[in-house]
C-alpha cells in the first residue's frame, strides 16, 4: 500500500508565496519520479514541476524562475516552494509519483489534491 499525503495548499495574494509538501510512505522499493501538476477550472491538468532520482528538475515555462521543486530523500518527501505567486497559479495541485513497490512493481500515484487560490 502506498500513499501520497499533500498539505501546504490555501490563499494567498499575488507576489505571496506558499509552498506545498508530498510525502509517499508505504512499500517503496525506489522513487524513480515525483512532481507536481495543476488543474485550473475549465482546464487540462498540467505539469508544473518534476525532480527525478538522479535530481534532474524540469519546469514549466509559466512558473520557470518563481517555483522550485526541492526534496528530501530520507522522508520520501518532494516540496513546491512557490514565489511570486500570481492569479493565474490558481488552480488545484497533485502531487504525482513514479515508484517502484516491493508488492506491485513500477506505478503511477497520484495525490488527493490540494486548492491553490491566488486572489489580485
Known amino acids: 500500500q502506498v500513499q501520497l499525503v499533500e498539505s501546504g495548499g490555501g490563499l494567498v495574494q499575488a507576489g505571496g508565496s506558499l509552498r506545498l509538501s508530498c510525502a509517499a510512505s508505504?512499500?517503496?522499493?525506489?522513487?524513480?519520479?515525483m512532481g507536481w501538476y495543476r488543474q485550473a477550472p475549465g482546464k487540462q491538468r498540467e505539469l508544473v514541476a518534476r525532480?527525478?532520482?538522479?535530481?534532474?528538475?524540469n519546469y514549466a515555462d509559466s512558473v520557470k524562475g518563481r517555483f522550485t521543486i526541492p526534496r528530501d530523500n530520507a522522508k520520501n518527501t518532494v516540496y513546491l516552494q512557490m514565489n511570486s505567486l500570481k492569479p493565474e497559479d490558481t488552480a488545484v495541485y497533485y502531487c504525482?509519483?513514479?515508484?517502484?513497490?516491493?508488492?506491485?512493481?513500477?506505478?503511477?500515484?497520484w495525490g488527493q489534491g490540494t486548492q491553490v487560490t491566488v486572489s489580485s
Open positions: 504525482n509519483a513514479n515508484l517502484d513497490t516491493y508488492a506491485r512493481g513500477r506505478l503511477e500515484y
Open positions: 508505504g512499500s517503496i522499493f525506489r522513487i524513480n519520479h
Open positions: 525532480i527525478t532520482s538522479g535530481g534532474s528538475t
